[in-house]
DNA sequence: TTGCTCCTCACGTCACGTGAGGTGGC
DNA sequence: TTGCTCCTCACGTCACGTGAGGTGGC
């Protein structure tokens, strides 16, 4: 059997059995020295649908060949194991940006200067260490949304999370707000505010890059900004649509 | 602000950065012509965390620059998606074939001659085209599983399915077997026969390439081949073990 | 003689990592 | 003067695809 049949019957290409070969991992029975041509036999056959097994599973070619010489085949499936299972984490997470982005106007918005209207919210506030704050705030989200739920008597449209802008060693305090559709205690009025802000979509590990940048806008525009951030979480979960925002100062000749 | 303080902010690398440049994705604001060292801005780190949210949702770095350039990003954000499922689609598959390979001893045992014992079976008859066997005998399959399961008296263990070993032109006969566990009525016996078998793990795509390769292994051996092949699905789904066998013509001199 | 298959280089892919070898700023 | 950051090449990665240029078999 030549290269050509071989290669038709286990549906790849000529060129793919003679890179095999310079890998090492499936030589041909014999070579015509007088032409080249490659001869194989019906062991090459088999070990070819081996390697297309292995193929299947994801395994790179150092891996099959490893296989194939009767490595620890157990481990070295466990550790593709493991590399598939954090594909398919990013991959998932992926998706998640790819919706959120489409739910976006732009890819990321000029930042803006807007006037935050007030709105009713359920605030609670957490302390956590500078470097728990991403899990602090997902779980005092969860809290609320159930005791809110709980409650019956509101709903949550969306929540939001305010810390200090420079996280310094030592526990930082948080303040987590459900936004709700009615009024009454246990919600407060939050006032109107003006926020320098962008919108992000992706996940929660961009917003540093974001505030990060929008103090340099800030700065730039030559904007009095103040000293911590408001994270508005538009959809649940790691990734999603947020609003990032920092709060200006309002013109001290007011007071 | 220089390269390695963008970087920084940025959570990449200073060559990172440069390679954005190289493919006009990202430029300085300026550069010191004396020094070539390169000095960036507000507006560039925003680009860059712009270019990071787009690398969250996998976009290649080609597909990026058409998005910050104004190009058609929701048509991009689409490709990307359809790109992403199918990723996923594959490395679901890859996950089921790791596990198969792992409940399977070898990575491909080497093809054997057995007495396969006799056993009872609910046996249904099919026709399909050639090149809608795969479908038409996961059909047949969940139809004999739900009536099956649906009388009550049996438990399938496990199906087969048997059909010529050569597709010709035409609608071809094929037979689906549910293995169960007790020999009443509608079950009947299927008789002791005598196989060349090897057991493969990994998708059903793979079947054809092992029956070609066990009907070389069989004309080397010498073994007399009947003109059938039988597929034996040990998992359910598209993709696990499965055995693959030819049935060994017994002596002719029985007759 | 004409197609068909085969042969051996060797470049290209994608997003950088990693030296090598050298220079400017505090 | 010593670290630190910066600079420009340029090779390597992974599994082949894709020519280029040439030869053997029916």
Redesign the interface.
């Known amino acids: 059997m030549n290269i050509g049949e071989l290669a038709r019957?286990?549906?790849v290409t000529p060129r793919t059995l003679r890179h095999y070969e310079q890998l090492g991992l499936l030589r041909p029975e014999s070579i015509d020295h007088r032409t080249g041509y490659r001869a194989y036999?019906?062991q090459q056959?088999?070990l070819?649908?081996?390697i297309?097994?292995?193929k299947?599973?994801?395994l790179s070619l150092a891996a099959i060949g490893e296989?194939?010489e009767g490595g620890a085949?157990?481990a070295i499936?466990?550790e593709?194991?493991a590399e598939?299972?954090t594909?398919?984490a990013?991959?998932?997470?992926?998706?998640a940006?790819?919706?959120a982005?489409?739910g976006a106007r732009?890819?990321?918005a000029e930042?803006r200067v807007v006037q935050a209207p007030a709105f009713p919210a359920v605030i609670v506030r957490a302390m956590s260490e500078p470097d728990e704050l991403g899990p602090t705030i997902r779980r005092t989200v969860q809290r609320l949304r159930r005791s809110v739920h709980g409650d019956g008597r509101a709903r949550c449209r969306s929540f939001s999370a305010r810390f200090p802008l420079e996280l310094v060693d030592g526990p930082v305090s948080v303040e987590v707000a459900a936004h709700v559709d009615v009024a009454a205690p246990p919600a407060v009025t939050v006032p109107s505010q003006q926020l320098l802000t962008v919108e992000?979509?992706?996940?929660v590990s961009?917003l540093p890059?974001?505030y990060?940048?929008l103090l340099?806008?800030g700065?730039?525009r030559g904007l009095p900004l103040g000293d911590t951030v408001i994270e508005h979480y538009l959809d649940l979960g790691t990734v999603g649509r947020t609003e990032v925002a920092i709060p200006v100062r309002t013109a001290l000749r007011a007071r």
Chains 1, 2 share one sequence.
Do not use: C, M, N
């Open positions: 019957r286990l549906r036999g019906p056959l088999l070819g649908v081996q297309e097994q292995l299947a599973a994801g296989v194939t085949s157990e499936l466990l593709r194991r598939v299972t594909l398919l990013r991959h998932r997470a992926q998706l940006t790819i919706d982005l489409l732009a890819a990321l930042p992000l979509a992706g996940p961009l890059l974001a990060d940048a340099d806008v700065r730039d």
